[in-house]
């Protein structure tokens, strides 16, 4: 079973920033945080990961709570072209299996 | 992040048949594996494809319903056998860079569309 949990779908405006949460209660200390989406059941396309600092790349930020029990990434200025499914993973440190979760279905609104 | 191309891009195929799909990286990776996404659900591991030996594969997925080959560092190829209708699904392969590349990332290939009729 995934290890996380996400909201089934949000909606978010055109140039807002879009805030997608994940719960990921039991991770363990050795266990990394990583966000991918898929658009159109294209291949799922990497974010962005993190194991307990925040994290900022070209597409989005991490921010994940002290006590690493749950994370949000967020699109700072959201287009209609982030539109797709988003999955969060927690994957432990060497290891590479991913077990998806259902993942969150963003639809960015003009 | 490694280029991934997979062969065919989609396909059609009556009941029965097998149906052998490629997955060509443009650098040599150090793990390559296999997905299956079943329509409007989320993707399943079916297997690790190993350089040299066979393949790992997981809970609910048999070598002989899904025999994998990876004879070098940047070819695999998946077999869907004997398929029904229920193997309708995308498929995709999935690979972590090698040396001089983000290790600690998997990196998706295309998918492979499959209907079975």
């Known amino acids: 079973d995934a290890k996380t949990t996400q909201p089934t779908s949000m909606d978010c405006a055109e140039g807002r920033a879009a805030n997608l949460p994940c719960n990921h209660s039991?991770?363990?200390?050795?266990?990394?945080v990583y966000w991918y989406r898929q658009i159109h059941s294209q291949g799922p396309q990497y974010i962005i990961h993190?194991?307990?600092n925040n994290e900022t790349n070209e597409m989005a930020s991490l921010i994940i709570t002290e006590d690493r029990k749950s994370s949000t990434l967020i699109l700072p200025h959201a287009t209609l072209r982030d539109t797709a499914v988003y999955y969060c993973i927690v994957r432990p440190r060497g290891t590479y299996k991913y077990i998806f979760g259902t993942g969150t279905r963003l639809k960015v609104l003009a | 992040s490694a280029v991934i191309s997979q062969k065919p891009s989609r396909d059609i195929c009556q009941r029965g048949t097998s149906l052998t799909i490629q997955c060509q990286v443009d650098?040599?990776?150090?793990?390559m594996f296999w997905y299956r996404q079943q329509p409007g659900q989320s993707l399943t591991l079916i297997a690790t494809?190993?350089?040299?030996?066979?393949?790992?594969?997981e809970s609910g997925f048999v070598i002989d319903k899904f025999p994998i080959s990876r004879p070098n560092l940047t070819f695999s190829t998946l077999t869907v056998s004997n398929m029904s209708p229920e193997d309708s699904s995308i498929y995709l392969c999935s690979v972590v860079p090698g040396v001089g590349g983000n290790q600690e990332t998997q990196y998706f290939g295309p998918g492979t569309r499959l209907l079975v009729l």
């Open positions: 039991t991770i363990s200390g050795n266990e990394y």
């Open positions: 650098s040599q990776v150090t793990m």
């Open positions: 494809a190993n350089q040299g030996s066979e393949a790992t594969y």
């Open positions: 993190g194991l307990k």
